[in-house]
Nanobody
Framework: VQLQASGGGLVQAGSSLRLSCAAS????????MGWFRQAPGKAREFVAA????????FHADSVKGRLTISRDNARNTVYLQMNSLKPEDTAVYYC??????????????????WGPGTQVTVSS
């Protein structure tokens, strides 16, 4: 499975961005997909995850109401819509695929494949 994230950039606080993550693989709809982020000097942090068919999604408390995960299985793509961005959202954002469908969706160790990351910088 190969993952490629895109859509990052430099924006002002209050702006919006939409990250995309395109995945290879014929069984994309069976993967739990997640977004994580890592700021300089900090540990990788869970942002959001979505079940294979998209019927369930989970978001970290710090992003609820502002960042929203979704997926389009016909396009093998998962998205992260980011609204009302804050400077503290600045980080490298990674998408990840969990092939086993673990319920521990917020744990980086449960994911099998990772994309290379895309930088999001929010200026104040």
């Amino acid at each position: 499975v190969q993952l490629q994230a895109s859509g990052g950039g430099l924006v002002q606080a209050g702006s919006s961005l939409r990250l995309s993550c395109a995945a290879s693989g014929r069984t994309f709809s069976s993967y739990v997909m997640g977004w994580f982020r890592q700021a300089p000097g900090k540990a990788r942090e869970f942002v959001a995850a979505i079940s294979g068919r998209g019927e369930r999604s989970f978001h970290a408390d710090s992003v609820k109401g502002r960042l929203t995960i979704s997926r389009d299985n016909a396009r093998n793509t998962v998205y992260l819509q980011m609204n009302s961005l804050k400077p503290e959202d600045t980080a490298v954002y990674y998408c990840a695929a969990d092939l086993d469908g673990s319920t521990r969706y917020s744990s980086p160790g449960e994911y099998d494949y990772w994309g290379p990351g895309t930088q999001v910088t929010v200026s104040s």
